[in-house]
Every structure is written in structure tokens, then in C-alpha cells.
């Protein structure tokens, strides 16, 4: 009787044994600091505080080509495409990381013919009572469980599904930039537009000029040289204007490439009737709202929180896995025998097992996984601040591109007053017509450069819509509703 307790503790010592010796080699995961880098309360380039502008307000919605264009890339986009791809593919290594987490469960049937010596078995084989062929039926269902004690599994869960998070953050950033791209692809064809009827206004003033040179010359009051000054006037305009078709083509080719469509319904998009947006007013924000509103910085965030569980999943690997199992099946020698009872076979098994003397390959895993989370809080950091200074450029970009709008338009009205003044006075005969030719030149371009620095108003509205992380769930609604 005694000897039974004495059978039960070397079991038990058994069993606890590859436990104590795991434990002497586990060690906890190392700390790594990631505080949330501190921003400034607001941006040095701030607009005024009374500024309630809405952020979608930003860009070119009234605009019939940027909805239609943007509806088209929206629905058949190949970069969307690949991002929703991805994150398909999070999904399902999330789903993967879970089922990890439950039991397997498998069925198998086998044949089995077997030939042996029978002279291996002595008298008994020679005597003929071991066959020396047989031939086996089996069916098998097989089960087996890691108790995942101390959360590795469930910690490679939790960065399977941050990884989701990031992927989906990265498919926002790509909607986006897509949308912002197509915006400022409209806005230059808007810009072209507002050019083009620029020059065609200095086209037909050059042209009137040389009309009336010419009446002067053959009335015989008037070189001609005049003529030929107001022609090539009238040919310098001419050249501009053939010039923007190659601006045209280059945008034609880039919404192709966003929208995944035809340059014919590109075109038929762009040459619907639309003008150049009024420029809108920045609107307010915080720097804090970069962290929440800017999806690379949600991804790189994501992206940290799965490097944060690889570490802590590595960190488990330390510890003892207790491994469940099960087969239950049937074994039988004759087909017609597979269903008897006697044919019923099964066992049970449970299994620790943990390193002891791996020689710092865990270690090593670790180390890899600590590096892997510093790089990710670094590259969240760089995110963060990135995204602080897109922002405080976008708002400098703003503010300096509606001052030199301000002057452009005035420079414009200025020199087209004083080219109409010019003609008036020559027509009443207080001035030559050199004066008025030079006065017609300063005008020249003048509406041309007015026209591109309103564009370029529109397109820092643009980035700093991008900058403060966009507001394409709104405005995706929007477009698919009109």
C-alpha cells in the first residue's frame, strides 16, 4: 500500500519536472516605451479662428466631371481594387489566427497490406499462426487541441486583427489620395479652360490691333512696321494656346490611369460645362486630429499594436504548451468485421512540451520581435510628424497662394484697364500706337497668370484637404447617391 503515493509523486514529478525546467528559462517581454509623440496646441500657419469652412468644401464637388470621374474611379479603380485585396487577405490570416485556437478535427479511412517474415516470430511463425500477409481496414477521426495556457495563440489573434486595422487604414489612404488626385486633375483642366479664354481675349485685341495697323498703313499714315509688330502680337497668342494641348493630352492621360476608363469617356467627362471652384475658406482643425482623422497614421498605429502582440506572442514561446488529443476509430482484418464492436479502437493522449536548452533561439525570436516593435513605433513617430508637417505646409500653401491669387487678379486689372485706356486715348488721338502696342503687350498673359494662380489656390485647398486626412466617407456617399 505504501508504494501507491510513492507511484503518484514520480508521476506528478514527472509531468511538473518539464514545467520547472521551462519556467527557469522564461523570461518576460521586454519593455519598449511608445508615449504618443506630443503635438503643438495648434498650427503656426493657422487660419482665423472664425473660420467654420467644412473640409469636403475643399475640393471641386459642384463640379460635374470631378463627380463623374470620381464615381467611375470609385467603382473600378484598380489601386482600390488591390486594397480591398488586402485587406481580404488580413482577413483571412485573421481568421486563420483564430481557428488556431480550437480544436482540429480530422477524418481519415485507410487499406493497409502488410508482408513480414514470419521466421521472426520463432516456432510460432514457422508453425503457420502468424499469417505472413494481412490486410487491414481502418476509419480514423482525430482531434487535437492546444490549451494555449499562457495566450500565445491568442496574442498572434490580436495582431492578425490589427493588421486588418492597418490594411483598412492603408485602403483609406488610397481612396484619398485617389480622390485628391482626380481633383487636381480636374482643377488643371479647369485651369486650361480659364486660360485658354485668357489668351483668345488677348488674341482678338491683338488681332483688332492689326486690323487697324493695317487700315493705317494702307491709308498711308502709318509704317508698316506697326502691322508687323501687332501681327506677331497676334502669333505669340496663337503659339499659347496651341501650347495647352499638350497639357490637355498629359491630363487626359493621367485620369485614364486613376479612373480606369477610356480616354473618350474621359474626355466627354471633362467637356461638360464647369469653371473654375471659388476658393474656399481653410477651415480650423487641431493638430491632435491628424491621430485620428489621417489614415497612414491610424495604419502606422496599427501597425504597432501587431508588432506590440508578435512580441508578446514570441515572449510565450517560453512557456510549456499543453497539447490535447484524441483518435477514435475502427480497425477490423475483414471488410465485413469494420462495423463490430470489437473493431471499435481509440486513445487518449496529453502532452507538455517547452524548451529547455534551445541555445537562444527563442531569445534570438524575441530580440527580433522587440526590434520589429521599436521600427514600428519609429515609423509611427515619422507618420505622426509627417502628417503634422503636410498639414502646416498645406495651411502656408493656402495662405500664400490666395495672396499671390489677390495680386495676380489685381495685376490683371490693372493692365487691362490701362490697354483700354491706351486705345481710347490713341482713338482720340492722345497717344501713338506705339504706346498702345506696348500697353497691349504688359496686358498680355496677364488674365493667363490670374487664371493659374487661382488654380494653384485650388490645389493647395486640395493638399490641405489630403493633409488633414480628407473626408471621403461623406463625400463617397455623395458621389454614389448623385
Known sequence: MPRAPSRLRAKTAAVLLPLALAACAMQPAPEIATPTPDLPESFFYRPDAASGAALAGLLPQQDPAFRALSTTALAASPTLAEAAARIENARAGARRAGAERLPNVTADANVKRNRINTAQFGQAGQSGFIPAEQTSYGANLTASWDADIFGRLKAQERAARARIDAASAQARGVRIALLA??????????????????????????????????????????????????????????????????????????????????????????????????????????????????????????????????????????????????????????????????????????????????????????????????????AYRGAVFQALGDAEAAYGLVAAADTEAEAAISERDQLQRAAALADTRFRAGLASFLEVLEARRAADASGERAAAALGRAARARILLWQALGGGNESLGAALQQS
Open 181 to 378: 488626385e482626380i481633383a487636381a486633375s480636374v482643377t488643371d483642366w479647369r485651369v486650361l479652360d480659364a486660360r485658354a479664354a485668357a489668351i483668345q481675349a488677348d488674341l482678338a485685341a491683338a488681332d483688332r490691333l492689326a486690323e487697324l495697323a493695317g487700315v493705317r498703313e494702307k491709308a498711308g499714315i502709318a509704317p508698316g512696321f506697326d502691322r508687323v509688330r501687332a501681327e506677331a502680337a497676334a502669333s505669340a497668342s496663337r503659339a499659347r494656346l496651341v501650347a495647352l494641348a499638350s497639357d490637355r493630352a498629359r491630363i487626359v492621360g493621367r485620369l485614364v490611369t486613376l479612373t480606369a476608363s477610356d480616354a473618350a469617356s474621359v474626355s466627354a467627362a471633362l467637356a461638360g460645362t464647369g469653371t473654375l471652384a471659388e476658393a474656399q475658406p481653410a477651415p480650423a482643425a487641431l493638430p491632435s486630429e491628424l491621430l485620428a482623422n489621417r489614415p497612414d497614421v491610424a495604419a502606422a498605429a496599427a501597425s504597432l499594436a501587431a508588432s506590440d502582440a508578435d512580441l508578446a506572442a514570441a515572449a510565450r514561446a517560453r512557456f510549456p504548451r499543453l497539447t490535447l488529443s484524441g483518435v477514435l476509430g475502427l480497425l477490423a482484418f475483414d471488410p465485413a468485421n469494420l462495423f463490430d464492436s470489437n473493431s471499435v479502437v481509440g486513445s487518449l493522449a496529453a502532452g507538455v512540451a517547452g524548451p529547455l536548452l534551445d541555445f537562444g533561439r527563442v531569445g534570438a525570436q524575441i530580440d527580433a520581435a522587440a526590434a520589429d516593435k521599436r521600427a514600428a513605433f519609429a
